[in-house]
């Protein structure tokens, strides 16, 4: 994807013209973030960061007029549990909570009033939720995560493997279908976790949160079965994470702020 292309939603290929006089009419943003983490010996280490960003730009394509305006995506996040792998880059969880914050921040005094903070790697979940509880603190703000939570259940209605958490065949599919250049898959493996505790399950409505170093769980990096993935599956579940993801996105672009408060309050 040639993010540099000029688009009229893409803040990083605005002008501060162009930007002041969006900002009018437009006052929600999205910053899609990631990881740079090893994905097994079969997919890049891109995947969460690429992926994000890919979702966020095809997502205010697919938005009504005027689009959410898409911020530069943040490539690193919270990986120590993938750091005996290589390849794997991590920041702190106060590194990147005081960079989403200050971020949150510096876009409320540009005039953005509903932040979506589109997250591609599930580990800077609690990080993000702390940054963005601190936004809405201290700014006012809306502010959310979402994490998967829009489309989730409907791609665990279309795979075989239980617990596909990360480079399994959900990934393995997904990055088949937009870079299948970068999938090899005479190198994909079947380590799908064999969790007997349905509370520490990872995919259970019931499981708790528990956080465990992958080397422990697995030794190719997969916890999943990317064999299972193809081109097709991916296509399939791109159309739904971005169907999804607009019908989201739509209903927070088009409520004021003041309503979106009373909703939830
Ligand atoms: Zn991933």
């Keep these: 994807m040639k993010n540099n292309q000029k688009r009229n939603f893409l803040w990083e290929t605005m002008t501060w013209p162009e930007i002041e006089e969006r900002l009018n009419f437009m006052d929600t943003a999205i910053l899609p973030l990631g990881a740079i983490e090893q994905h097994g010996p079969h997919l890049p280490v891109d995947v969460d960061y690429f992926d994000a960003y890919y979702m966020a730009i095809k997502v205010a394509e697919a ?118 250049e970068l999938v090899d898959m005479s190198k994909a493996v079947d380590e799908t976790l064999n969790l007997d505790n349905q509370y520490l399950d990872f995919t259970s409505d019931r499981g708790v949160s528990w956080y465990a170093h992958t080397q422990r769980l697995s030794s190719s990096g997969v916890m999943g079965n990317a064999q299972k993935g193809t081109e097709e599956k991916g296509k399939v579940m791109w159309r739904i994470m971005i169907e999804k993801m607009v019908e989201f996105v739509e209903s927070i672009k088009s409520t004021p702020l003041a309503q979106l408060y009373q909703n939830r309050y």
């Design 63 to 180: 938005c009504s007029n005027p689009k959410p305006f898409v911020l530069p995506a943040i490539p690193y996040g919270v990986s120590y549990h993938h750091s005996e792998f290589k390849g794997t880059i991590s920041v702190t969880n106060n590194a990147l909570s005081a960079l989403i914050y200050d971020i949150g921040m510096s876009l409320a005094h540009n005039g953005i009033k509903k932040l979506i903070l589109m997250n591609g790697h599930g580990d800077n979940k609690p990080t993000l939720t702390y940054a963005a509880q601190m936004i809405n603190r201290d700014a006012r703000i809306f502010v959310c995560v979402e994490t998967g939570e829009t489309s989730d259940i409907d791609l665990y209605d279309l795979i075989d493997t239980h617990n596909d958490i990360h480079a399994g065949e959900i990934e393995t599919s997904t990055t088949l279908a937009i870079r299948p």
